[in-house]
């Protein structure tokens, strides 16, 4: 074909214009591909910190019903949708708990341990002493690290738990949990007979958590749930300001991204308006050779297309490169209230690998538009005369 | 022989403050295969009496025809396959292009035309040898000297089998030994392949070895001379006092 042949002729001898274009182009691309890796390692991060304490899908009991009666059968069902990893069901209440002199009012949850570390992971990542698992044989508690401080007593040491209409009983600390949330720190979880036995209100659940394999699939869970007149939410319509502020910076991340990439293709044009310049005699000598305008317009249009092309793929080469680098130094943040530093993540999506290969080719092609249209309506006897 | 060129009442025009007159009601006939000359004073119209013919440049009045067809008015598309298929040109200076090689060059105006790049590459190294430069081949323009570039165009000219090669002082930049080559190569290939040559030249050597001699002056045809074994008779319409 003719027109490849003479762009890609012009590429291959050009060697110091080529290098520049695609020089650009890959720069602004390999930039966009580690923010991107960058935008989406944070969102992730984001995601799992949220989700380390919050649930994908929420069951609360039945309108104007105090508690989930028949929640064995419940868990049953919900066990049976695909794509469910964890269903951790809860008993909360209230108590007033005491040490010595040090009485505190607490938020005390009975929970099935590995079904509550599933959803929350207290069970293994927050313990600091003892064990979650232990609270499931007998009077035991579980406490948060602030309402250890509180209470001023240790593992192992008796406290009293008692709220009127409630059976008062002795509860032996089993494990201290440091989340780093305030509410969090200050609760007690016991064993769910435990709970059902202190409030005395028969074998009952006030709440049900859910873990989904993937959280988008949060609403069709709660829809099936919500089906059988049980209150069921998804982590979606619980928190929309998560998806929306998740969403805006999104939107205001890409349109810098895409102005970088703007700008790169603004080197394009101007190495194809020095092109077209500088072969104003060739374009001359190629008219009268029989070459009409629209065969000059498509070398040129070939032409800058191919360096956009070549700077798409050699810039999402080398910032997948960067990004892969990046995320293996593994580099830290300490945040005040997290009890672990946070990993900052570098995740190329590989989507990203072609789309913007394709919008540099795109982009690069709409710069050289106008050059290559310049070039198609040169008269070639003012060509020749150079 | 039948007439491959009629050029009818052919006026052009250039500026539009102060016209100037760059042909005035030319009319002129080119049989085929015949080899032209024009010569006349810098400025007399020549280059655009051959810009016209050659389909790069439209008349602001009058009519061509070439083999039977009326081209002042064709499409800016059709023109561009006109001059592909129909005609060859030699500049004064070679306008090769510089990134290709004396081959590369030479099978343009064949790749335009859409034929494969093997066969138009076979009749690209024929018409190398065939100007003497089967040996450079694969050398660019800046690695030839004037004369060779200057040859590499010549084949380019003839690389797509024109009925018309059209020469706007071809020699004018070459010394006189050349000159004389390229004249004989043109003159050769018009023997053997009945191609129409026109010819502006400075070399009255040159347009001597010619078939018929035209006299431009202010873009009107003031003289005319046509060969007669080795002497030319020159046409009563020859104005002897310009
Ligand atoms: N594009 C143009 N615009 C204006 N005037 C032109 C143009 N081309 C040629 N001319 C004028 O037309 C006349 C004939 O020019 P040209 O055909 O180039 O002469 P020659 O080739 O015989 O030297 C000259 O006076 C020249 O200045
Ligand atoms: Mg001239």
């Known amino acids: 074909m003719l027109e490849l042949f003479v762009a890609m002729k012009h590429i291959r001898t050009r060697k110091r214009q080529t290098v520049l274009a695609v020089g650009a182009v890959g720069l602004a691309v390999a930039i966009i591909i580690v923010f991107r890796s960058l935008m989406n390692g944070s969102f992730e991060t984001f995601f799992d910190i949220f989700f380390e304490l919050a649930p994908h899908v929420l069951v609360l009991p039945k309108e104007g019903e105090e508690y989930i009666y028949l929640y064995k059968t419940l868990i049953e069902f919900i066990w049976a949708i695909p794509g469910v990893a964890a269903v951790s069901p809860a008993l909360s209440t209230t108590a007033t708990l005491s040490f010595e002199d040090n009485v505190e009012n607490v938020d005390m949850t009975g929970v099935v341990p590995a079904e509550l570390n599933k959803v929350t992971s207290i069970g293994d990542k927050y313990m600091i002493e003892g064990d979650l698992y232990a609270i499931q044989s007998g009077r035991r508690v579980a406490l948060g690290d602030k309402m250890i401080e509180k209470l001023e007593v240790q593992m192992g040491e008796d406290v009293v738990a008692s709220f009127p209409d409630a059976n008062t009983m002795n509860l032996v600390v089993a494990g201290v949990f440091r989340t780093g949330v305030e509410e969090w720190d200050q609760a007690a979880f016991v064993s769910l007979e435990t709970a059902q036995e202190f409030l005395g209100d028969g074998d009952v659940i006030t709440y049900i958590n859910i873990q989904i394999e993937d959280p988008y699939q949060a609403d069709e869970v709660a829809a099936e749930i919500s089906a059988l007149g049980y209150d069921a939410e998804s982590w979606r319509t619980m928190f929309p300001q998560f998806e929306e502020s998740l969403a805006f910076e999104t939107f205001s991340n890409n349109l810098i991204l895409v102005l970088v990439l703007l700008i790169a293709s603004f080197g394009i044009a101007n190495v194809m308006n020095m092109l077209v310049l500088e072969k104003t005699r060739e374009v001359g000598m190629l008219m009268a050779m029989g070459t009409n305008q629209s065969q000059i317009r498509r070398i040129f249009l070939i032409e800058s297309g191919i360096l956009g092309l070549a700077g798409g793929i050699f810039g999402t080469a080398f910032g997948y490169l960067v990004s892969a680098y990046f995320n293996s130094l593994q580099y830290t943040v300490n945040a005040p209230t997290a009890p672990q530093p946070i990993v900052i993540k570098f995740l190329v999506d590989p989507f990203d690998l072609i789309a913007f290969s394709l919008l540099a080719l795109i982009l690069s092609m709409i710069a050289g538009v106008y050059p290559a249209h310049k070039a198609s309506k040169l008269d070639p006897v003012v060509a020749l005369r150079g | ?242």
């Not at chain 2, 084949?155 to 018309?164: E, F, K, N, Q």
Request: one cysteine or more.
């Open chain 2, 1 to 242: 022989m039948s007439k491959i060129i009629e050029i009818k009442k052919l006026r052009k025009v250039y500026g539009d403050g102060v016209e100037l007159v760059a042909l005035d009601d030319v009319d002129l006939t080119i049989e085929e295969g015949e080899v032209l000359s024009i010569v006349g004073p810098s400025g007399s119209g020549k280059s655009t009496l051959l810009n016209m013919i050659g389909l790069l440049d439209t008349p602001s009045n009058g009519e061509i025809w070439l083999k039977g067809q009326n081209i002042s008015k064709a499409s800016s598309k059709e023109r561009a396959r006109l001059r592909n298929k129909e005609l060859g040109f030699i500049f004064q200076y070679h306008h090769l292009l510089p990134e290709f090689s004396a081959v590369e060059n030479v099978m343009m105006p064949l790749l335009i035309a859409g034929v494969e790049k093997k066969e138009a590459r076979h009749r690209a190294i024929t018409l190398l040898e065939e100007v003497g430069l089967g040996d450079q081949l694969n050398n660019k323009p800046n690695q030839l000297s004037g004369g060779q570039n200057q040859r590499v165009a010549v084949a380019r000219a003839l690389a797509g089998h024109p009925s018309i090669v059209i020469g706007d002082e071809p020699t004018g930049n070459l010394d006189s030994k050349s000159s004389d080559m390229i004249y004989e190569l043109l003159r050769k290939l018009n023997r053997e392949m009945n191609q129409t040559f026109i010819l502006v030249t400075h070399d009255m050597d040159m347009a001597e070895k010619t078939d018929r001699i035209l006299r431009l002056v202010d873009g009107k045809i003031v003289c005319e001379m046509l060969r007669d074994g080795d002497k030319f008779v020159t046409r009563d319409l020859c104005k002897l006092d310009k």
